[in-house]
């Protein structure tokens, strides 16, 4: 599985950021300390920035929802995959060799869940953008029409996975050999273990909207493909 490299400067992130994924990996973006190999002595695994500022999602995404969700749930899922993996073989090894490692093995539940969510969240921050949602470029809709039969569909298939799904979860858009499809998984479930390639996520655990729509999670879904959606980002990962 390919691993992530480090950028020398951490600042905000541009598309030259971004790798583009071979065939069974995924676009990932490249961020100092976000690989399992060390950046600091004191951790393995280090807090991506965010690519924008906290408040540039406002209002669909406000700064307040911001500043607990990367500011305490990210962070906090980075703190304890570190706590986790200490001592161990995974400091060495890149995230998602530690996702792929740990996957479906019980006694490393744990470590699966910690370190599947800090990858998860930072897909997600990147699948957001200001200004975000219309039209996609002209060669994702092409692979959007040849898979949906239209943009419009598309969007309808993501936002009923992201309203539908049981709790905690996650609603992506995927590449599945030639065609994309939308798939939904739970807690800190990723596709990266079904061998799909993410192109972007929608996430739809609680405390992703709760500040901001309360339980009107459709709203916050609707919003986010309207205003939010990063097109530009899917596109990248389905190169």
Not at 5 to 17: A, K, V
Not at 62 to 82: D, E, I, P
Request: proline share 5%.
């Amino acid at each position: 599985m390919h691993t992530i490299e480090t950028m020398h400067s951490p600042g905000i992130l541009n598309r030259r950021d971004f790798l583009i994924a071979t065939a069974g990996t995924v676009a990932c973006l490249a961020m100092g300390g976000f690989p399992g190999t060390s950046h600091a002595a004191e951790a393995a695994i280090v807090l991506p920035p965010l690519p924008y500022a906290e408040n540039a999602l406002d209002p669909v995404i406000t700064a307040r929802t911001m500043s607990f969700h990367y500011g305490k749930h990210h962070s906090g899922y980075v703190t304890n995959l570190n706590k986790l993996i200490a001592g161990t073989e995974y400091p060495e090894m890149g995230l998602e060799k530690i996702i792929a490692d740990t996957a479906g093995v019980p006694e490393k539940a744990a470590i699966f869940n910690n370190a599947a969510q800090v990858w998860n969240h930072t897909f997600y921050w990147n699948s957001l953008k200001p200004g975000g949602g219309g039209e996609p470029p002209a060669a994702l809709k092409a692979m959007i029409d040849a898979s949906f039969g239209s943009v419009d569909a598309c969007r309808k298939e993501l936002a009923t996975a992201a309203t539908t799904q049981f709790g905690s979860g996650w609603a992506w858009l995927v590449a599945d050999g030639k065609g994309l499809k939308v798939v939904k998984t739970g807690n800190a479930e990723t596709p990266l273990t079904t061998g799909l390639k993410p192109l972007l996520t929608i996430d739809v655990w609680e405390h992703a909207y709760y500040l901001d729509y309360q339980n009107r999670r459709a709203d916050y879904v609707n919003a986010v493909l309207d205003k939010l959606i990063n097109w530009e980002f899917a596109l990248q990962n389905a190169g």
